[in-house]
């Protein structure tokens, strides 16, 4: 569920979007702990509040309350997750939930009230007072889609966020495909069972990322140079930006300044020395 | 019965060739090919559950009860799959590529087919896209894999909500249905059985989009002055039946007993 900012209300309600109310606003943070806890839960700490006294009466009062409503299409997940305060932790089981979740933070009455008013509100409400229903929303805000990566450390397991396929023919380039989870590659099927055959060897990993993941995320990069956003909500691309975002370095703004092949080689922590480091290391213990 | 996924770059080589691969699917008695074509075992075991076996496909049964069948039996066997699991893309496409390739085939009367003369290939590939693997939407692509559908509409709807459901039209029911995003919502959910289950216990047959589609729709409107997650699911089930009550009242199954030569 997202709210969008165009949807009509009948009555005045407050968002970041939104005119409705001249100077009074909802404040919504919802902060995911980093790792699940020990029942596998994914733990939320919500914290929301306004400074509207005329909602902050209802509050009180117990017309209305605060909730979160947590989505996952993927797997027909859609919860609520309601408060009178508006500090408090939600706790969703990981077994649950996969790909997406659509958070959105809302204020809404608990029971019907009659003659709602604010003095905060924008001219054209002047003079107007508004029954309104159980359920109905007086504040919201929707949050960033959250991305559910599954595997958090991404470069030591190349596989975690790039998946390599057998084309059936031979002797055909090797092409890639970005799908909303993972960056594919398809070799050709003799290139491909050579791979299959040393993928799995340490010693020759890096030199594998380097021949063929290397030049893959370069052309990636290349294509998000050009437009980032339509891959935004793509597990790789957060994938991506944590990348960086753990460098404290942001992730958009390098797209904008750095050339793809810099980029490529920064992400994968400078695969062409690890590879001919490695290679070195084959050749000299066959001569020696 | 070895339940195995398929490892997901077998499943990339798999569903990124369909266009050379094809005619297998419509031709080929056993799954033998799978393995020539992703050039290893492309199969992981997952668990071993006891034998079950899905509907006979050569019993006279309509689709629709197939159908109806199959959700309480797969989903009877494979209750111990997460939704995060029963989401994965890589069980599904083992399941249909493994244990039940002969099923899955003949569900889609492969088997009858003598020639491949007259066999639209691009048709016949989006259709094996959906039916072997997933493709569509989010929600859409849990109901369009042959043997995923039965487990999430098991799920969803649990033995009580099948039966209230009830087999005629089962699929295009299930479909229009699950594919909402309220149904994701227990209480919103629950709403809805208990207003197919109303009429149920009453003998009446609900249509698909005279009733129950209409009664969706007017619960969205509702949905869109509040948040309909608030609803109990009694409230639910109220609005949707005086909705239809009001608006096309089902008629009354009329039954004849061939004993008393009278109608019930």
């Given at each position: 569920?997202?709210?969008?900012?165009?949807?009509?209300?009948?009555?005045?309600?407050l968002?970041?979007?939104?005119?409705?109310?001249?100077?009074?606003?909802?404040?919504?943070?919802?902060?995911?702990?980093?790792?699940?806890?020990a029942a596998?839960?994914?733990?939320?700490d919500?914290?929301?509040?306004?400074?509207?006294?005329?909602?902050?009466?209802l509050?009180?009062?117990?017309?209305?309350?605060?909730?979160?409503?947590?989505?996952?299409?993927?797997?027909?997940?859609?919860?609520?997750f309601?408060?009178?305060?508006?500090?408090?932790?939600?706790?969703?089981?990981?077994?649950?939930?996969?790909?997406t979740?659509?958070?959105?933070?809302?204020?809404?009455?608990?029971?019907?009230?009659?003659?709602?008013?604010?003095?905060?509100?924008?001219?054209?409400?002047?003079?107007?007072?508004?029954?309104?229903q159980?359920?109905?929303?007086?504040?919201?805000?929707?949050?960033?889609?959250?991305?559910?990566?599954?595997?958090?450390?991404?470069?030591?397991?190349?596989?975690?966020i790039?998946?390599?396929?057998?084309?059936?023919?031979?002797?055909?380039?090797?092409?890639?495909?970005?799908?909303?989870?993972?960056?594919?590659?398809?070799l050709?099927?003799?290139?491909?069972?050579?791979?299959?055959?040393?993928?799995?060897?340490?010693?020759?990993?890096?030199?594998?990322?380097?021949?063929?993941?290397?030049?893959?995320?370069?052309?990636?990069?290349?294509?998000?140079?050009q437009?980032?956003?339509?891959?935004?909500?793509?597990?790789?691309?957060?994938?991506?930006?944590?990348?960086?975002g753990?460098?404290?370095?942001?992730?958009?703004?390098?797209?904008?300044?750095?050339?793809?092949l810099?980029?490529?080689?920064?992400?994968?922590?400078?695969?062409?020395?690890?590879?001919?480091?490695?290679?070195?290391?084959?050749?000299?213990?066959e001569d020696? | 019965?070895?339940?195995?996924?398929?490892?997901?770059d077998?499943?990339?080589?798999?569903?990124?060739?369909?266009?050379?691969?094809?005619?297998?699917?419509?031709?080929?008695?056993d799954?033998?090919?799978?393995?020539?074509?992703?050039?290893?075992?492309?199969?992981?075991?997952f668990?071993?559950?006891?034998?079950?076996e899905?509907?006979?496909?050569?019993?006279?049964?309509?689709?629709?009860?197939?159908?109806?069948?199959?959700?309480?039996?797969?989903?009877?066997?494979l209750?111990?799959?997460?939704?995060?699991?029963?989401?994965?893309?890589?069980?599904?496409?083992?399941?249909?590529?493994?244990?039940?390739?002969?099923?899955?085939?003949?569900?889609?009367?492969?088997?009858?087919?003598?020639?491949?003369?007259g066999?639209?290939?691009?048709?016949?590939?989006?259709?094996?896209?959906?039916?072997?693997?997933?493709?569509?939407?989010s929600?859409?692509?849990?109901?369009?894999?042959?043997?995923?559908?039965?487990?999430?509409?098991?799920?969803?709807?649990?033995?009580?909500?099948l039966?209230?459901?009830?087999?005629?039209?089962?699929?295009?029911?299930?479909?229009?249905?699950?594919?909402?995003?309220?149904?994701?919502?227990?209480?919103?959910?629950?709403?809805?059985?208990?207003?197919?289950?109303h009429?149920?216990?009453?003998?009446?047959?609900?249509?698909?989009?005279?009733?129950?589609?209409?009664?969706?729709?007017?619960?969205?409107?509702?949905?869109?002055?509040?948040?309909?997650?608030?609803?109990?699911?009694?409230?639910?089930?109220?609005?949707?039946?005086?909705?239809?009550?009001?608006?096309?009242?089902?008629k009354?199954?009329?039954?004849?007993?061939?004993?008393?030569?009278?109608?019930?």
């Amino acid at each position: 569920m997202k709210i969008k900012d165009q949807r009509l209300f009948t009555y005045p309600v407050l968002a970041n979007g939104r005119d409705d109310y001249k100077t009074c606003k909802f404040f919504a943070k919802a902060t995911p702990h980093t790792t699940a806890d020990a029942a596998g839960n994914l733990v939320f700490d919500v914290d929301l509040s306004t400074d509207c006294a005329e909602i902050n009466r209802l509050i009180i009062n117990g017309d209305a309350e605060y909730l979160f409503h947590v989505e996952c299409p993927t797997t027909i997940y859609r919860k609520i997750f309601t408060n009178a305060v508006g500090k408090f932790s939600c706790k969703i089981p990981l077994s649950l939930v996969k790909d997406t979740l659509y958070l959105v933070a809302f204020i809404v009455l608990r029971r019907d009230v009659k003659n709602f008013f604010c003095a905060d509100w924008n001219d054209d409400f002047d003079g107007l007072k508004f029954d309104l229903q159980r359920g109905s929303i007086l504040a919201y805000k929707n949050f960033e889609t959250l991305t559910l990566v599954e595997d958090p450390n991404l470069f030591k397991n190349v596989g975690s966020i790039f998946s390599i396929y057998r084309k059936l023919a031979d002797d055909v380039p090797f092409e890639i495909n970005l799908t909303t989870q993972k960056i594919k590659i398809g070799l050709n099927a003799k290139d491909y069972d050579l791979y299959r055959r040393y993928y799995a060897n340490p010693t020759l990993q890096p030199i594998l990322n380097a021949m063929i993941i290397l030049p893959a995320l370069v052309s990636i990069f290349a294509e998000l140079k050009q437009d980032a956003q339509e891959h935004e909500s793509d597990a790789w691309f957060s994938a991506l930006k944590a990348v960086y975002g753990r460098q404290k370095l942001d992730f958009n703004k390098l797209l904008a300044e750095e050339d793809s092949l810099t980029l490529a080689q920064e992400v994968m922590g400078l695969p062409i020395t690890g590879a001919l480091q490695n290679i070195a290391q084959i050749v000299d213990t066959e001569d020696s | 019965m070895e339940l195995c996924y398929l490892k997901g770059d077998a499943l990339d080589t798999l569903k990124g060739s369909l266009d050379k691969t094809f005619d297998k699917y419509l031709t080929q008695r056993d799954n033998s090919w799978v393995i020539e074509v992703c050039g290893e075992n492309p199969f992981v075991t997952f668990r071993d559950v006891p034998d079950f076996e899905l509907a006979p496909l050569d019993a006279g049964l309509d689709v629709g009860e197939i159908d109806f069948r199959n959700s309480k039996i797969l989903y009877k066997h494979l209750s111990f799959l997460t939704p995060r699991q029963a989401a994965d893309e890589r069980f599904w496409a083992g399941f249909c590529h493994g244990a039940f390739y002969d099923y899955v085939r003949r569900r889609w009367g492969y088997d009858k087919i003598d020639n491949l003369r007259g066999v639209n290939k691009d048709e016949t590939i989006d259709k094996l896209r959906n039916r072997f693997f997933f493709d569509g939407g989010s929600r859409e692509k849990l109901l369009t894999n042959t043997l995923s559908k039965y487990w999430w509409a098991g799920y969803v709807f649990s033995d009580a909500g099948l039966d209230a459901l009830g087999s005629t039209d089962f699929y295009s029911k299930l479909f229009s249905i699950a594919s909402r995003s309220f149904i994701g919502n227990e209480n919103l959910r629950n709403g809805f059985v208990k207003f197919l289950k109303h009429f149920k216990d009453r003998g009446i047959t609900l249509n698909r989009e005279k009733h129950i589609q209409a009664a969706m729709i007017e619960l969205n409107q509702v949905g869109g002055a509040v948040i309909l997650d608030c609803l109990s699911a009694d409230e639910v089930a109220e609005i949707m039946i005086a909705y239809v009550e009001k608006n096309s009242p089902p008629k009354k199954n009329v039954v004849f007993d061939t004993r008393t030569a009278k109608i019930k």
